[in-house]
């Protein structure tokens, strides 16, 4: 019993969350240092990580497969500390304040699983389309681009632009949209996406298809982190005022 119970202290331990975090920073920083100078790492923009992972070389990956380490351990040790504290603690006059900071705990794995499910299953791909030009998308549908507008302001700029689309499955047409800068259009899992349009010689815009199978869950996991921080504060500025050190 003597092994079990020193794996669960390790796990249950603040100091190692401290040094998974340290850790953690170090992989990232040295990251971000030697990113700039492989080009192995231009194409991990367009690939799942996982998959990109798997292709590339350990030399120039093995920090991002200690950073899934340190992130999946600092997970359990997260998981535990948190079931641990609401257990011991679940009879206390200041249940809400714990499970407040439990809350924030949740978003981050929350946020956590998005990313594990966008490194497995993302994609993304750009490229300049014109009217009528037609595109296969890994979901099975093809979009067909009908037309590309670009508003000019009275001093010649293009101040705004959008695309007008049809989806079409097995060669019918299942709907219509148009997209914009800050409104791509949804379908099928896959978001389409307009970045910016040229007039010249044609009138074409660059356009990004993606999928991130995370973003719900990501959403899920920042709307709960910051609702437990903003309890968090209000209960403790609460508590402090009614102890007079407000």
Known sequence: MAVPRKILDFFLSVRTTVWLLLALLCLLLYGSLI????????TLHFMPLLEWLQESPSEITWWLWGSIAVL??????????????????????????????????????????????????????????HRDTVLQLPNGLAVVFDRINAYID?????????????????????????????????????????????????????????????ALWALVGSILFIVGIVTLLILKIRREDALGYG
């Open 35 to 42: 990113m700039p100078s492989e080009e192995a790492f231009q």
């Open 72 to 129: 999946a351990i600092l997970t359990a040790n997260t998981f535990l500390c948190s079931v641990e504290s609401v257990m011991k603690k679940r009879g206390s006059r200041q249940w809400l304040l714990i499970v407040s900071a439990q809350v924030i705990h949740a978003g981050f794995l929350f946020i956590l699983f998005a990313h594990l499910l966008s490194s497995y299953g993302s994609f993304k791909a750009t490229t300049f389309v």
């Open 154 to 214: 009275p001093s010649g700029y293009v101040a705004d632009w959008s695309a007008d689309i049809r989806y079409f499955s097995e060669g019918r047409e299942i709907g219509r949209d148009v997209i914009v800068p800050n409104g791509p259009s949804f379908r099928n899992g896959l978001g389409i996406y307009i970045k910016t349009v040229k007039m010249e010689p044609v009138p074409s815009a660059l356009i990004e298809v993606s999928r991130e199978p995370g």
